[in-house]
């Protein structure tokens, strides 16, 4: 797993699972290692609640501040 810090949470990734960052968005948009398919998105609101939207290739796990993403496929 990959770790990150975003806006205070921890962000645990799958190595196969490429990050982008938009600060000024509070978003984190999880795409594949070849960059061509979304995998998720993080955000957070003005009240620092956690939205997730999800596809169906990954998982989120939530626990207090970490946040943990998984795959649901093999790796190749």
């Known amino acids: 797993m990959k770790k990150m810090t975003f806006n205070g949470f921890t962000l ?3 190595e196969s699972i490429n990050v982008y960052v ?5 978003q984190v948009i999880f795409i594949s290692k070849n960059n061509d398919e979304i995998h ?3 955000e957070l609101d003005e009240d620092n609640k956690v939205k997730i939207h999800p596809r169906w290739n990954v998982n989120f796990s939530i626990e207090n501040t970490e946040v943990t993403i998984g795959v649901n496929y093999e790796e190749e």
């Open 12 to 14: 645990n990734y799958h």
């Open 40 to 42: 998720g998105v993080l």
């Open 22 to 26: 938009n600060e000024e968005t509070k």
